[in-house]
């Protein structure tokens, strides 16, 4: 049985890199489609949503930009959704809405969704190897969780900022609000 040889690069805050390896077998490696979906806005057109389309996002196996609507694209693949709202402050509607695209047209095509922002840099490869090894038929999120305390409570939520990774079954209260 041969094996596939994985490399994944790791960032630190020092700019240092530190390779690992891990081996897959054959027999249980199969790709996992992944949609990718990138936050953006009119006046990042011409620097980093085009940056972005030309490095890292076309690896995935499909993508779309995700802004208000504008006439002139400038040749980026825009995701056709409309009433978002334009503005900083409106980051939970236009992320919400783009859920709801990812879910009413390609829930049956991928298996991983992955949200990421204009200022985001993927290794899509290795993502898409790290995604191979986990189970699809359960309903995970990947992305950084980091803690809030306020008053008494304790919440996590997932870092918005540095996107997240899901699979489809994540999408089941997609379907419930949906309705």
Known sequence: MGLIFIYFIVVTHSQSYTWLSINLPHSNYSLKRIYCF?????????????????????????????????????????????????????????????????YQHFINEFDWFLKADDDTYIFVDNLQAFLNTQNPFEPITFGYNFKVEKYKYRNIYICIFLGYCFERLSFGWCRICSK
């Open 38 to 102: 990138i936050l953006t806005s009119p006046k990042h057109f011409d620097t980093k949503t085009r940056a972005v389309n030309l490095t890292w996002a076309p690896r995935c196996d499909k993508y779309h930009f995700i802004s208000e609507y504008v006439n002139d694209t400038k040749g980026l693949p825009i995701a056709p959704i409309a009433n978002i709202t334009p503005g900083y402050n409106h980051l939970t509607q236009k992320t919400t809405l783009a859920f709801f695209y990812a």
